[in-house]
């Protein structure tokens, strides 16, 4: 019996099985679909944007043609691409009977094509294009997070009007799943999963450049500054990395986000957003002395479940090491949701690049051929719901100071006026006496009395200006 | 400027805001839905089981009620459930109108409904409630793992049948989002964010009795049989627990991901499966030592990407802390994907529970309402890819001994002649010279030669049996 007391793995014979039920040995090259289709039904799709996520649907449209054909029951075929600079070199095989244009509304008004895939960005141009196809009843397929975050109840509106009356395989579809966290299917979770749940948060690391910057300054003990050289070294950052770095790029996501899962439309404006260029060395000191790390969250949530008030924010967040997302590193982007149903589940995987994000595009283009995707904007919330312009949480605040005495009174004092309890006060060895970090840590409050705060610490003559705070998760 | 250098949030007027996109203010509180339903249509379904999950499904479309009609343009009516014991009291509200019976023929037969819910388990009545449910043209959801296991290829064609010639309206759904890994959407996932993507591995922690009882050991220093009552305690483990504890559950489940991932069909019993019995708190000391833990895995892979065989197993593996499955813990299940566009995925939730699962049965019902499922079954594997009963992996080797001398060179030979490549032995400090452990880790070697190796370890005489080896992730 030495093989079994090894703990052998359980074999066929071993169970003596007589199952009749063949698997493989049943299964035929060619399975049926649902529809048994008798002939492949022809698709004709427009793609406006040859560039990185364009060239990598056609890439996957080419790898995948075999199955779309045996296994869906379509034939998708690449009528046109319109692109920017028709003398730019193509990084992808044309496909054969595709016509490459500059002139995008061409392909917009071809009667011909059923679909358009707007991967060209921005949201003039792109607007038009989106908005003309779907009033000639095309479907689209978007990765625009620019573009549905500007004008989402307009595009709420447009679909409703151009779909009145219509059914099946008449309805003109809307997939977005590309336009925020790239390869993570959270857009269709949200539209389909959580309908039958009531969201309470929501929680995300929602962009990837910044999310490699906060991991390497983590890991690494890199300043901000050689975090972002390396960032744009690896492409991860753009020529000008605002828009990721000052948070605005995981605002736009955050508020599509908000609309699916509350079900409520609030201006990206009205969103407080904070982006990480304020973050040092330093805090990554005291995030891993009080157990956890710094990530830069979009967080949404209401006051409590079943409130008719909610608040959301782009900003650094102190995460403690037993949540999921602390350990969600480099340029993987994450989202959790908290629900009365499901307690909390995490969406984890790549945020950006050509092909999660045209894998997203592909994977809509297959749900629209189907017939199968989702009403895209589900959720409307009662007019009760209310965004406040400020949100409570506990808060890791870290002041400048030259040491002398009577400071932790004079903290004690401008914690108090604001009405803020604090938790602790944490302080690293000092190294020089004249420019010294402390940290202090708070109960939940308001960010309002959090500022207060600051403004009376900052006219302290001891305070050396910069006080930085965030959030704690 | 002491506001502006303690890193104030942006507010609207601070960034000169001209948009003229009102969100809020051009709310409505009810906007329209995509396809304008002038009255909202009415669903009947029937449930089959009034148990947990089936009383979870009433609670929340009762809580719904108003959002479906509203928003999704539905009205559901449940106007039956069947159940085993008329005489039971029921631990939810009865809708107006539902006919309590315990017929459940009656049910599938009654023409009046358009839908079946099938939440009762098990693999004989059950089956035939789903099959006959189908050949009526009846949609069906589903919560039964192993009823899907057992019988895939059979629905499939079934499926294939009823809806031959079927197009838009008229077909019949069948939707199993609940019946693998609860409230965690990875069916969805599967037959629809994956298509146009190749899965080269599939690991999973999709027991949740097990995970806890792991999580409880590695945490609190608990034996096996501690673990196991806790869990029983806290309803996490059947009264018989052999199906979680032997990996059977995890197996079913991980059969059905392996047909929507890579496309085959494998009987249950050809797929290599061992559970948690054999793990002791010394495998989490050694874990601990090498930088990791040890969680019960189902695990589905391609040799190597593009490769034409595959394998998969259940069993306990070596799970090191950067992996994120080693953060998963108590009764949460987590699934990760590696695919080609993607990289990899992770998704985390409640794997089992009444809200959970019934969150997942109600997500399918609304998607039947909307005829938005995906093909069931959508990725048929080629005829070329070839499952093996075996695997190949680096292993953990757990040893058990007498203290004497020439231990590691007959260590040494018997893993030389099984073939396998020593990484390292670890030992900690003996405390009995009679009865000790030590940990052999090897580089990547077929299960068959581990299995031989240990067979060699255990005919020396200072070997005491028990040999226990694990996959590493």
């Not at 009365?340 to 969406?347: A, E, Q, R």
Request: hydrophobic share 45%; net charge neutral.
């Amino acid at each position: 019996m030495l093989l079994s007391s090894c703990g052998a793995f359980l074999a066929p014979n071993q169970l003596g099985s007589s199952s009749i039920i063949a698997g493989p040995r049943l299964r035929a090259a060619i399975e049926p679909v649902r529809m048994m289709a008798t002939a492949p039904k022809t698709v004709k799709i427009g793609i406006v944007g040859g560039g990185t996520v364009g060239g990598g649907i056609v890439e996957i449209l080419a790898r995948k043609k075999e199955f779309v054909t045996n296994s869906l029951g379509f034939d998708i075929q690449i009528v046109k691409i319109a692109v920017g600079n028709l003398n730019k070199k193509r990084d992808f095989a044309v496909p054969t009977g595709c016509v490459i244009t500059a002139d995008v509304m061409s392909v917009v008004k071809d009667p011909n094509i059923d679909m358009i895939v707007e991967v060209m960005g921005g949201t003039t141009l792109a607007k038009d294009v989106v908005f003309n196809s779907l009033k000639a009843g095309k479907s689209v397929v978007t990765a625009n997070k620019a573009l549905i975050s500007a004008y989402l109840p307009e595009l709420k509106a447009l679909l409703a009007e151009v779909n009145a009356g219509k059914s099946g395989k008449d309805i003109v579809h809307f997939g977005f799943e590309a336009a925020v966290c790239g390869g993570i299917p959270i857009i269709h979770a949200l539209q389909r999963d959580f309908l039958g749940d009531d969201i309470t948060q929501l929680s995300g690391i929602i962009n990837g450049c910044t999310n490699f910057m906060l991991s390497s300054m983590a890991a690494g003990g890199k300043s901000y500054k050689e975090a972002l050289d390396e960032a744009s070294a690896l492409g991860y950052a753009e020529a000008d990395p605002t828009l990721d770095v000052g948070g605005f790029d995981a605002r736009s996501k955050l508020r599509i986000m908000m609309k699916l899962a509350f079900g409520i439309n609030v201006n990206e404006d009205e969103i407080p957003c904070r982006g990480i260029t304020e973050v040092t060395a330093t805090d990554f000191e005291y995030a891993k002395l009080i157990g956890g790390t710094v990530k830069l969250l979009g967080i949404a949530k209401l006051d409590a479940p079943g409130s008719d008030r909610m608040s959301a924010f782009v900003s650094p967040c102190f995460v403690p090491s037993s949540s999921t997302l602390a350990s969600v590193n480099d340029a993987i982007n994450a989202v959790q949701i908290t629900s009365t149903s499901l307690g909390s589940s995490t969406f984890v995987g790549r945020g950006a690049g050509r092909f999660p994000t045209a894998n997203s595009c592909v994977s809509d283009i297959f749900g629209i051929c189907e017939g199968s995707t989702s009403e895209p904007f589900p959720k409307t919330a009662p007019l009760s719901l209310k965004f406040r312009n400020s949100f409570t949480s506990a808060f890791y605040v870290r002041i400048r100071f030259r040491d002398g005495t009577g400071i932790i009174r004079s903290v004690g004092t401008a914690f108090a006026n604001a009405g803020i309890s604090i938790q602790s006060i944490l302080q690293n060895p000092i190294k020089d006496k004249n420019d010294a970090m402390f940290v202090v840590m708070t109960d939940p409050a308001d960010v309002s009395q959090v500022k207060a705060a600051c403004v009376e610490l900052e006219a302290q003559d001891w305070c050396l200006g910069n006080t930085f705070y965030m959030p704690v998760l």
